[in-house]
């Protein structure tokens, strides 16, 4: 594997960071996960304006531009050999003196990582998975905001290792006041009699790209959106529930545990929005093949 360390690309046994550096140290950092079809990123402006959001709210910043990121993602994939790739960014505060104040460190660490895509991605969008509501809770917004896509990444670490206890494919949290916020790596949506629902950012929650994306095309596609917050209850009795990611686009969810079997996997509406992001992404792209 080539990976990217600082500025430019360099073997994996030569990509190596300091035991002092506060992202190993702490989790002192941010990142992004970028999805490249046929060399082409989609939306990367709206993964550069998150990290942008997310530097501002850990009070970093870098020396790096948006182009710089872009540049640096497809490099990585291409040396790699990779035109299909979910490329991870990675940007913690770098090297400072033992301690949390932060003053000293003074050069961030960029790292960027390309990996392939998985290859059940296609049989999953037809099945459907399997999904575990967790009991340990999201990071409640007021104390590290889940709006914030930062490398501290043990909330979402735990509830994977419970949801894998019971075979799911995805663990999804509920917040502090017991209601649906998101997946360790996805949001989350339902649907019921033709309405598409999703917590609202307030749940505290990450806004995904793709969130955006489904939210937008569903709009166009006539469908009713509601952004809100939503009970456990509620989406037990849901008609559909999809995931959304960068890796998983729409992903059907066809049990949630605890619960019952969803009645229709893929679902109607859950197809149309499937549809339309593939549609949406070769358009952007202006893909030669279809995806
Ligand atoms: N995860 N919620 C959380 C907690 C996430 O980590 C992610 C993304 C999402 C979906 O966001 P987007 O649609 O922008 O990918 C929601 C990426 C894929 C990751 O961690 O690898």
């Known amino acids: 594997m080539r990976i990217w360390l600082q500025n430019k690309i360099v073997p994996e046994r030569l990509a190596k960071v300091s035991v002092l550096d506060r992202g190993f140290l702490y989790g002192d950092g941010v990142y992004e996960a970028?999805?490249?079809?046929?060399?082409?990123?989609?939306?990367?402006e709206h993964h550069w304006k998150r990290l942008d959001g997310s530097l501002g709210s850990i009070h970093m910043r870098i020396p790096w531009s948006h182009s710089h990121l872009t540049a640096a993602c497809l490099a990585t994939a291409r040396a790699n050999g990779l035109s299909e790739a979910l490329v991870r960014v990675t940007l913690s505060r770098g090297q400072g003196e033992v301690g949390y104040d932060p003053r000293s460190a003074k050069r961030p660490t960029l790292t960027v990582i390309a990996s392939p895509i998985r290859k059940d991605l296609p049989r999953l969008w037809r099945s459907g998975v399997k999904i575990a509501v967790v009991n340990i809770r999201r990071n409640?917004?007021?104390?590290?905001?889940?709006?914030?896509?930062?490398?501290?990444?043990?909330?979402?670490?735990?509830?994977?290792?419970?949801?894998?206890?019971?075979?799911a494919f995805e663990g999804v949290f509920l917040n502090l006041e017991g209601f649906v916020a998101e997946g360790t790596i996805s949001n989350i949506f339902m649907v019921k009699r033709g309405v598409v629902k999703t917590p609202s950012l307030d749940c505290g929650i990450l806004e995904g790209v793709t969130r955006?994306?489904?939210?937008?095309?569903?709009?166009?596609?006539?469908?009713?959106?509601?952004?809100?917050?939503?009970?456990?209850?509620?989406?037990?009795?849901a008609d559909e529930v999809?995931?959304?990611?960068?890796?998983?686009?729409?992903?059907?969810?066809a049990r949630i545990v605890p619960g019952r079997a969803s009645p229709r996997t893929?679902?109607?509406?859950t197809r149309l929005l499937q549809k339309s992001l593939r549609e949406l992404i070769a358009k952007e792209l202006r893909l030669r093949g279809p995806i």
């Open 212 to 237: 955006r994306s489904v939210l937008e095309l569903a709009r166009k596609d006539r469908v009713r959106v509601v952004e809100s917050r939503i009970p456990l209850k509620e989406l037990l009795a």
């Open 242 to 253: 999809f995931l959304t990611s960068t890796t998983m686009e729409v992903m059907p969810v």
């Open 140 to 167: 409640p917004m007021r104390s590290l905001s889940p709006a914030i896509k930062h490398t501290n990444a043990l909330n979402g670490i735990l509830a994977k290792i419970e949801a894998l206890k019971t075979g």
């Open 34 to 44: 970028v999805r490249v079809y046929e060399g082409r990123i989609f939306r990367a």
């Open 266 to 269: 893929p679902g109607p509406v």
